[in-house]
């Protein structure tokens, strides 16, 4: 423990750098003229400046040690203490207002040691407040402690002159045992957390990041503390080592420490009553309110903790929202919803457009004596009330698990899946495509609810939120596989016959399903290596699922081509089979939210560990490149997507071929539609939900008529406009 230490008075503000660390020629101020950038002339106080001062009941150690700009009025400062180098800009006869909250311009009541202040700035019952270079137009009010050291390094994960190694900051993110840790830094995007989190196999590609991280920051000792312009800080007890964008509101806040808060006039950054934040990084845009612990985490743009909620060694991705609950050594991916207070989440990669119930419990470690453990979720991941989950799990994009303790360990491949603990029969049942048969309107208004809340106001990297999209399109080929084998394999067991080589069995699983379903709904289909247990796993309604998954191909691919049609020149089958020629269905990874080939990926990781990509910028920036290749790539993974969906090559696509397929794009939006409104009737139409209105009446004006929802209407309006894109398409 330190101890307290007796010094000189009058050294109070100076030597903030210690000697060995300023380099030869310089003195204890180089840095903090750096940041400063000389935006004001000061000058030295005038002899009758001093004196109002004095009568005001202000003190300095050294009065030839305050600067002043020329737009200095002493009367506007009262009962100060001054220490060190302290510079002053403009000070006139304004009040600075935001809110409710009304106060004059000036410096009162507080001790200030070596600071820089700007212009019309309002320091009102600062107890202590230094080293800090203070924007203009900043509202400081009523805080205990505000300093700043000369070792600070707001968050990031770099180390200064002269510090061991155990000092670093880590985040032990996806993992509890620190086997997936990384190193965090300002401006961190999901992608790079991922990817630094999932290749861990690959320690050249480690040691790279590492060396980009490193070189992002200065390891010289002695940078000021900031406080952009407009900023208002009140009624906060320690803020030490913070750096604030500018136009950002913190108040009430009660201990942060080592933190990064980017925060612009565009996306104010505010954090509010009783939160309690150490070693971290907020995005432009965030909120933290209402008694929130984080503590060594990373926060994305337009993402939002309150009520209680803790996060802990963990990334929190772009417009995620978490309230109430714990999270911990997790990696979450934009669009993640998690707001009850019952709900905790610890070991775990969530990819995004995910929303975790009351009471679910995911990654209790209850079938291990050890911390090693962790659950990979793909995007759209609905685990349900009290799900309880064990290390290690997967799932697919899209699964929805219904409420239950699952006792074993799953592994999901199928998307779009219903999973379900059914314990009167002692088996785990799974229903494929699960949405798409019968919640229609959750699925699509999801995906139209993740993009609305997108309030980004620079988009570092491009988050796809369509569920049909490549990701989920590798995953529906993979379950139509699984599906036809297990099928198969079924039937033969049913009829006692050898087993036969995997071809063979998926096309008489095909044959199975597309032709013959109704003996297929006689067959008890069994899932393999989907749960860690000896007790049976239950595919349900396989036929209809092995349907569905092939018109959420069909649609996919049609709609696809169709966008890719109306953004290029390229309107015709035949310019598309000239251009995508030779194209192949490949494997697509989520990158952070961003979909992007695993080609392009392996090409990106081997370009970083060859250092073609040295620097993290550099690095976002091939995110972006390949963001502008997303659309033509989707395009020719939609054409390969259709040709092996209905295995025949392009030369064998006829005119007739290619309006059939149309048309059933058609067909397929309406239905799209229709079931939209069909499972939004099945609230109304439901007697136990009507049971708490008296009338019909009472039940509209509380639920809205379902025949003026505006999402259903859109839904029917796509469908419309798609039809017109089709036929257009088709007459040209």
């Known amino acids: 423990m330190d101890r307290i230490s007796q010094k000189p008075l009058n050294r109070v503000g100076y030597d903030f750098i210690t000697p060995s660390y300023i380099p030869e020629g310089k003195d204890e101020y180089y840095l903090r003229e750096q940041q400063s950038g000389g935006r004001i002339n000061y000058r030295s106080l005038k002899a009758y400046e001093i004196e109002v001062l004095v009568k005001n009941a202000n003190q300095a150690d050294e009065w030839t040690d ?96 002269g510090e061991p190694e155990e000092v670093r900051v880590w985040l032990e993110i996806c993992n509890e045992n620190g086997g997936r840790r990384v190193l965090p830094f300002e401006g961190m995007l999901p992608a790079d957390a991922w990817l630094w989190s999932k290749f861990r196999n690959r320690p050249i590609l480690m040691e790279r990041f590492q060396e980009m991280t490193e070189s992002e920051f200065d390891s010289r000792r002695g940078y000021y503390g900031t406080i952009g312009d407009r900023t208002v800080i009140k009624s906060t007890r320690i803020l030490k080592d913070v750096k604030v964008g500018t136009d950002a509101y913190i108040k009430g806040g009660n201990k942060l420490k080592n933190l990064t808060i980017n925060s612009s006039a565009a996306s104010p950054t505010q954090i509010g009553e009783g939160v309690e934040m150490v070693n971290g990084i907020m995005g432009f845009g965030s909120r933290s309110f209402y008694g929130v612990k984080a503590v060594r985490f990373v926060m994305g743009e337009n993402t939002t903790l309150k009520y209680g909620a803790r996060l802990i060694n963990s990334f929190l991705g772009d417009n995620a929202t978490i309230s109430c609950c714990e999270v911990l050594n997790s990696l979450i991916f934009p669009a993640h919803e998690q707001h009850h207070n019952n709900s905790f989440l610890v070991a775990a990669t969530v990819m995004g457009q995910s929303n975790i119930a009351a009471g679910a419990t995911i990654g209790s470690n209850h079938n291990s004596r050890g911390v090693d453990g962790e659950i990979v979720a793909g995007r759209g991941f609905w685990p349900g009330l009290c799900v309880s989950l064990k290390h290690n799990s997967r799932f697919a994009s899209f699964c929805l698990l219904s409420k239950g303790d699952y006792p074993s360990e799953l592994n999901i491949p199928y ?193 970083v560990e060859n250092k073609e990509i040295s620097s993290w910028k550099a690095l976002h920036s091939q995110y972006q490149y390949l963001h502008t290749l997303y659309p033509s790539k989707n395009a020719a993974n939609a054409f390969a997507t259709l040709l092996e969906l209905y295995g025949i090559t392009a030369a064998e696509v006829t005119d007739s071929q290619w309006n059939e397929w149309l048309d059933n794009a058609i067909d397929i939006a309406e239905h799209m539609a229709f079931q939209t409104r069909k499972s939004r009737e099945k609230d109304y139409d439901n007697p136990f939900q009507q049971a708490t209105y008296e009338s019909a009446e009472e039940m509209e004006a509380v639920l809205g008529n379902i025949a003026e929802n505006s999402f259903i209407l859109q839904m029917e309006a796509d469908a419309r406009h798609f039809k017109q894109r089709i036929n257009a398409l088709r007459n040209r």
């Not at 202040?117 to 805080?143: C, E, R, S, T, W």
């Open 66 to 161: 305050i600067k002043v700009s020329d737009t200095f009025d002493p009367q506007l400062v009262r009962n100060c203490h001054f220490h060190g180098l302290v510079r002053i800009g403009a000070l006139q006869h304004f009040f600075l207002e935001y809110h409710d909250l009304k106060l004059p311009v000036g410096l009162y009541n507080s001790t200030i040691v070596s600071c820089d202040i700007g212009d019309n700035v309002v320091i009102k019952n600062v107890d202590y407040l230094a080293h800090y270079i203070i924007g203009n137009q900043v509202i400081l009010f009523n805080i205990n402690e505000m300093q700043n050291t000369n070792h600070s390094k707001f968050g990031n994960g770099s180390l200064k002159d």
């Open 415 to 607: 998307p779009f899946a219903l999973v379900s603990n059914n314990e009167s029969e002692d088996c785990l049942q799974v229903l494929p495509a699960y949405w798409w048969l019968y919640n229609m309107y959750a699925l699509a208004r999801n995906a139209w609810k993740f993009g609305a809340r997108d309030q980004r106001s620079v988009k570092a990297q491009t988050v796809v939120f369509d569920f049909l999209a490549p990701d989920t399109v590798t995953e529906i080929f993979q379950a139509l596989h699984l599906l036809e084998i297990a099928t198969a394999e079924a039937y033969l067991q049913q009829q006692a016959e050898k087993d036969l080589p995997e071809k063979d069995l998926r096309q008489l699983g095909r044959r199975l399903l597309t032709q013959d379903s109704t003996r297929v709904e006689q067959l008890e289909i069994r899932g393999t290596q989907l749960e860690n247990s000896r007790r049976p796993v239950k595919i349900l309604k396989a036929p209809q699922a092995y349907q569905a998954y092939q018109e959420m191909l069909h649609y996919y691919a049609i709609k696809t081509l169709l966008e890719f049609a109306e953004s290029t020149e390229k309107r015709q089958w035949a310019q598309w089979s000239e251009s995508f020629s030779g194209s192949q269905r490949e494997d697509w990874a989520n990158l952070g939210g961003q979909l992007v080939q695993r080609s392009d990926l392996d090409a990106l990781l081997r370009k």
